[in-house]
């Protein structure tokens, strides 16, 4: 049996189903919206097709949506270096085109740029069941002819014709026979003469050389030879952007002059469906109600978080309680005991809590992606966001900032003004993360009360919806103060698909869900556990003979006088290394109504957000003496300040603890692709610092007004 190993590349414009197609072929779960710029750096699988007594093995390359082989954001950066380089790494052995059958046109734009190319291609129509509805039909056998390269039609979401495509891809599949433009005839010599210095086989591949020299890795790492090649560029007076805007357009008319002999015309059912959309559009997207609906929605999403979380939350809660009792009972008492319990259960616990929370909110974004409203969102909030110094394609990454802020801001490459890019990767934090939804949701159980206003609004919800407004006014109002700051002479500009509207994919929403709550606890859950391990040896161990003293006496202490066992417990853990760490802190922190408890949750916490309620869980539990097993949230709300005697956790300090989460950057993960995307620290440094500032003063000011 005869083994064969190719590259394969997808390459297709935003929207167009590539990412679905890639999770067909390789059987892996990526991410898939209903809104543009979901892929940012090309992924790659593995997909293994046995054919005719032989295996085929393919390495899937999926690259980021371009409209165009003259890359204008980093995200379309990728693909022309991959398709335009020879020497590229991920350069492909055949490249497969996801074409939009509804947006045929501006699809075959990119495929006969990719065709020009002159490497074995097959180009995949997909949404046939949307053309259908559209009323168009489209005669593929004609389209093939004409193009040179074979033409599949797919319904990707139905998986139609991926088996066509994994038979078609085991054969050999030849170049296309011609150009489907002269792009030779824009600079006849100098097109013969690139050719000729670098030994390409297409007249296309010589005239993207002269448009983009410097995008092609292989000539920036090789000085001479781009010295060599621009040299020749400039003697024969080539202009690039005027020749791009000269094949732009011969390739547009050549298209249309196609499309006119594939393609039938649009019927009524398809200009019923539009209608219908562009009546939808005037509401969703009006100047008012626009605005009006979309924070309904986001008000409702919250008050469900809270609401329908509520009975599920509770049974994880006794689910822990029973594991931690269960687990004390059935092991011997000592350090090992103490370690389970008090260390690994309850830093679990503080996670594995919030979940239902989690997929909740997850579910609604999810939802509102895949049917094409955020991307109206986008569109809808560019005139806002213009005045603080974004542009709409800035929404996609606050919005995603508030699952994670590290592909939130990976996904700021398709911005394409360096300014917006840089302001946005910088405010993208402040919108409020997943990480931080554990924190507000254990603060606000705490301090707020389980109401309801006009009996229908939950106060709780209304809470956790505020704290997410607040990060946005936050992120708005510190790219407007940068807007003045950064200086810039680039133009901004923001071009868009609106995609159509399509009826939400369960089964990607399904999987949204799972993978994010799959990052939630095994990511996160790894990080918090191994810190709760490490917070609990250095809460139960401390220097010098005061410490061994007190450790002595509550072992000593009688097990009914619960009242000194647990001031022991409390002088105890104040002794440990962990509780002079936080005592060192607390003269800082003091003044925003922080203790040295606290302290030492800030601290745990740069390394993620949501390490502070494992921290509180495993502080809280070291050295507990009680027999009942409390939640985490039962035994912060029993603690009170040593001078005062009234609780610790009263209104004043869990509202200045949530806005100091809301705004501090405490994510090492965050910071770290934040120097990755700007290529220096100096922007994660001043990153750090205005969002430790503004942290610190918004609690103070709280704390204060409030105590």
Not at 291 to 297: D, E, P, S, T, V
Not at 436 to 452: K, S
């Amino acid at each position: 049996m005869t083994k064969t190993k190719l590259k394969v590349a997808l390459v297709g414009n935003p929207n167009s189903g590539k990412s679905t197609l890639f999770n067909r072929l390789t059987g892996l779960n990526q991410k898939i919206a209903n809104l543009p710029g979901v892929t940012v750096e090309k992924k790659t699988g593995t997909c293994v097709v046995t054919h005719d007594g032989s295996i085929h093995e393919f390495d899937i390359i999926d690259l980021p949506g371009t409209y165009s082989l003259y890359p204008k954001t980093p995200d379309e950066q990728v693909p022309f270096s991959v398709l335009c380089d020879p020497q590229n790494s991920s350069h492909p052995d055949l490249t497969i085109i996801v074409a939009d059958g509804t947006n045929l046109k501006r699809s075959l734009f990119l495929a006969t740029q990719v065709m020009d190319l002159r490497k074995p291609s097959i180009l995949v129509i997909n949404m046939l069941d949307l053309v259908s509805e559209s009323g168009m039909t489209i005669n593929f056998e004609a389209l093939s002819a004409r193009l040179g390269i074979p033409v599949i039609p797919m319904n990707l979401l139905e998986g139609e014709g991926v088996g066509e495509l994994k038979k078609m891809m085991t054969g050999v599949i030849p170049s296309p026979p011609g150009d489907f433009i002269d792009s030779a005839a824009f600079d006849p010599e100098l097109v013969k003469a690139i050719q000729n210095e670098v030994k390409l086989n297409s007249n296309y591949g010589a005239f993207q050389v002269a448009n983009n020299l410097t995008g092609i890795e292989y000539f920036r790492s090789r000085p001479e030879r781009m010295e060599k090649l621009r040299q020749l560029i400039d003697a024969h007076g080539f202009r690039p952007g005027k020749m791009q805007a000269a094949e732009t357009l011969k390739r547009y008319e050549s298209i249309s002059e196609l499309l006119k002999t594939v393609v039938s015309k649009q019927s009524e059912a398809g200009s019923s469906f539009k209608k219908f959309t562009q009546k939808l559009d005037n509401i969703l997207l009006h100047q008012f109600w626009g605005y009006a609906i979309f924070l309904i929605l986001m008000f409702a999403i919250f008050q469900s978080v809270f609401a329908w979380a509520e009975w599920p939350m509770e049974k994880v809660d006794e689910l822990f309680t029973w594991l931690s009792a269960t687990a004390a009972a059935s092991m011997p008492p000592g350090m090992l005991n103490d370690l389970v319990v008090e260390g690994i259960l309850a830093g679990l616990g503080g996670v594995v809590i919030f979940i239902p929370q989690i997929a909740i909110l997850f579910f609604f974004i999810s939802l509102l992606e895949d049917t094409g409203y955020m991307a109206r969102v986008s569109f809808m909030m560019d005139k806002l966001l213009r005045r603080f110094g974004l542009n709409g394609r800035s929404v996609i990454p606050m919005i995603s900032g508030v699952a994670c802020a590290v592909p939130a801001i990976m996904s700021a490459r398709t911005i394409g003004s360096w300014k917006d890019r840089l302001i946005t990767i910088l405010v993208t934090p402040l919108m409020s993360c997943a990480a931080r939804l554990p924190v507000y949701a254990l603060l606000i159980a705490l301090v707020i009360p389980d109401q309801t206003w006009l009996g229908l609004f939950n106060l709780q919800g209304m809470v956790l919806m505020s704290l997410y407004l607040i990060g946005f006014l936050a992120a708005i109002g510190s790219a407007w103060v940068m807007k003045y700051i950064i200086k810039s002479k680039e133009r901004s500009f923001f071009i868009m698909e609106i995609p159509d509207y399509r009826m939400p994919r369960w089964k990607n929403i399904a999987i949204t869900i799972v993978d994010k709550v799959k990052v939630f606890v095994i990511d996160a859950g790894k990080v918090i556990v191994a810190i709760s391990i490490v917070l609990w040896v250095l809460a139960s161990a401390g220097p010098g003979a005061e410490f061994d003293r007190v450790s002595q006496e509550l072992k000593n202490v009688d097990e009914n006088n619960t009242e000194l066992a647990s001031q022991l417990a409390a002088e105890k853990l104040g002794l440990s290394y962990a509780g002079r760490a936080g005592q060192l802190l607390e003269p800082v922190i003091e003044p925003l109504g922080f203790d040295w408890k606290i302290g030492i949750a800030l601290i745990t916490s740069f390394a993620a957000r949501e390490v502070f309620v494992g921290t509180m869980s495993t502080i809280y539990s070291v050295g507990n003496q009680d027999e009942d097993i409390l939640t985490v949230k039962e035994k912060m709300s029993q603690e009170i300040r040593p001078a005062t005697g009234e609780p610790m956790y009263d209104l004043a300090t869990g509202l200045s603890l949530m806005l100091f989460y809301a705004f501090a950057m405490q994510c090492m993960s965050t910071l770290a692709v934040v120097k990755r995307e700007t290529g220096t620290w100096k922007w994660p440094l001043v990153q750090f610092a205005f969002m430790s500032a503004l942290a610190y003063l918004s609690s103070l000011i709280i704390y204060q007004a409030l105590s």
